[in-house]
């Protein structure tokens, strides 16, 4: 019996919703930190579940229906694997949507040595469970498998859909004490198939930029707002200028010609007008292709908001 086998038995034998492996198992996706969980509702009398993001981009969203995946039932233990093909490196966070009888069901996810879990509840309508970041190293085929202790047959567990949400590559964003945002390519989430964070010192941007339906997001948090300069950092080379870009903020657009700067990674700041930010807290900014003239768009490596006067 090999180590996931004990592993698994041990929870199994000892109880049902017992966890799968120790919490510094599930340590993986980006550098010194644990897999996360979503975010979560600390107000409305102690709730656990995830918010939920009801405008949420489905652009890059890897996913998986109910006949994707192969099962087999073991002694102790019940198996579910995929195979995926990824088109680009990336952090993806794991979500599942699931029917089932039981009070409870622990249950992880191993892909490659990463491995994330989630506490699974009673469902007798569909529900989404957040297991945790996956950190997708490379593109090509992938293989990747779910595991919970043995059910029975009364338990119902049923997979409706697995997916793969991009999630952000860095850290939280606020707001310094200046007043300037600075969104840095690391922080960005990118909705897309083939644009990604390139994290080589050289060109720490956005780039892989071939497809306009591909764009970036970024989350961050004002204690300020007010009326900023949007500056765009960005690199364009070979021939490939003329693409036409837009920064969008709460339903303001700034649009602006991606000119050639001397190549993709020599960076020029482009100011191209001004945004208002109207209230506190959380917002989003994204950065969208309107078109593109030549084989790439560009490549970004931060936007910048300075507050005005």
């Not at 070979?238 to 010609?257: C, D, I, R």
């Not at 191209?272 to 560009?298: M, W, Y």
Request: aromatic share 10%.
């Amino acid at each position: 019996m090999n180590v996931l086998s004990l592993q698994l038995s041990l929870a199994a034998a000892c109880a049902v919703c017992a966890p799968l492996i120790p919490a510094s198992a599930a340590e993986a996706a980006k550098p010194g930190g644990a897999a996360s969980s979503a975010p979560v509702d600390v107000g409305g009398f102690g709730s656990d579940e995830p918010v939920e993001r009801k405008d949420e981009p489905t652009r890059g969203i890897i996913a998986f229906g109910p006949k994707d995946h192969v099962y087999s039932g073991q002694s102790h233990w019940e198996q579910f694997d995929w195979k995926m093909t990824a088109k680009r490196w990336g952090h993806y966070q794991v979500r599942l949507t699931y029917t089932m009888n039981h009070q409870t069901l622990g249950a992880q996810i191993k892909f490659g040595e990463q491995r994330v879990k989630a506490m699974l509840t009673a469902a007798p309508q569909q529900k989404r469970a957040y297991f945790g970041e996956i950190f997708i190293e490379k593109p090509g085929e992938h293989t990747f498998s779910l595991y919970t202790p043995a059910t029975g047959a009364g338990s119902g567990f049923t997979i409706h859909r697995l997916e793969f949400v991009p999630t952000f590559e860095g850290d939280e964003v606020t707001q310094g004490d200046d007043g300037t945002v600075t969104l840095l390519a690391k922080d960005a989430t990118t909705w897309s198939e083939n644009m990604r964070y390139e994290p080589k010192p050289e060109k720490n941007c956005l780039g892989y930029w071939t497809d306009p339906r591909d764009f970036a997001e970024w989350e961050f948090d004002v204690a300020k707002p007010g009326r900023f300069k949007v500056i765009v950092s960005h690199g364009c080379g070979g021939g490939n200028e003329g693409s036409t870009v837009a920064v969008k903020h709460g339903g303001q657009s700034l649009k602006f010609t991606v000119k050639d700067t001397g190549g993709f990674q020599r960076w020029s700041d482009a100011e191209i007008g001004e945004i208002e930010i109207k209230g506190t807290g959380r917002q989003r900014l994204t950065v969208a292709p309107e078109n593109k003239t030549k084989s790439a768009v560009l490549d970004v490596q931060k936007v910048v908001l300075k507050p005005v006067g």
